[in-house]
């Protein structure tokens, strides 16, 4: 394995690093070709002025190089001005610390923005001892901030791996859950059916027959897309945004990068009535698994956000061979559908002992309460059949 060197430099752009260096680390085969630590995915974020100072996502990434000068790791780093677009919440340590006289922000996080989507944070070359590198891009961290005065470093949705180095570091470890579907080696939809109760069964036909009544539903990728399908997606993900979140987080320009740039990767699912488009879900598809991630409509449709987001996906998933589907964060709905409890991560430095200790202490009883969660969730409510027979219905 190659050695790195014990330093670290930091960059305010990721274009600053480069496509090719960055997907050399980024692109390692174990981490199953992950679209949201690309290099286009985050330079899109960046270039369309999402994820940028102005917005509160400052780009810190570090960058580790070999002895040669190759980049051989990399940490994609966003020195943050507010706890938005995260999907792991601290707002309640911020509050408290605020109010106890601190300064909770800046802070420094490590993740991919706006994505609630397990993945690999620390980006390690596959030719590159990866714990050497993982030590030293930590440090860097660290080090970052140190120099920027921040309160605090969090890495949120790494992989169980990844995590798991971070809790050996010394770092808090969070866990929570989300709902993911798991193919079982199931050669069409109706195989995945056969697995339910009878009941849900049931339930799973006629909601996919009352969603598609009268309507269209087109599954797009590559080529397909077109800058009129993101018009008509834009304006479904502002509707939504705005009702749900108050301020949608990406613009026009995104989609129009994405489109352009990973086109392969992205599955768009829409639906039209008469010739006018009504929704949408956005996907984007690694090696092993559909992520889903937008969804949008203008018009309401009863149980079409389950047949976009969900069965739409399923169906997806089999089709290409995928192993599972990440539909995104909460939702307890996506049980009955046969999306089951799973485990996602963050790990948390904080600098002050003040606030440390008592997260600490949060977190370890946070801990302990998902998991039993995700135990009582799946046994009382699984739609799945057990032991031959079927399972109540809730």
Known sequence: MISVKPAVRIHSRISEIGREAWDACAGNPDYQANPFVAFHFLDALEESNCAVERAGWGPRHIAVEDETGRVAALMPLYLKSHSQGEYVFDHAWADAYERAGGSYYPKLLCASPFSPVTGPRMLVRPDVDAQAARRVLLGGALLVCERARASSLHVNFPTGEDWRFLGEQ???????????????????FDDFLAALSSGRRKTIRRERRDAQAGLEILALTGADITEDHWDAFFAFYMDTGGRKWGRPYLNRLFF??????MADQVLLIMARRGGRWIAGALNLMGADCLYGRNWGCVEDVPFLHFELCYYQ????????????????????????????????YSAHWIADPALRDPVARFLAQERDRVQGEMEWLEEEYSPFRQGGGDTPQT
């Open 170 to 188: 010394g770092l808090l470890q969070r866990q929570n859950l989300q709902y993911h579907w798991r193919n079982q080696g199931y050669s069409t």
């Open 256 to 261: 129009s990068l994405l489109g352009e740039r």
């Open 313 to 344: 996906a399923i169906e997806q998933a089999i089709l290409r061979g995928l192993p599972r589907v990440e539909a995104g964060a909460q939702g307890e709905h996506k049980i009955a559908r046969g999306y089951l409890p799973s485990p996602v």
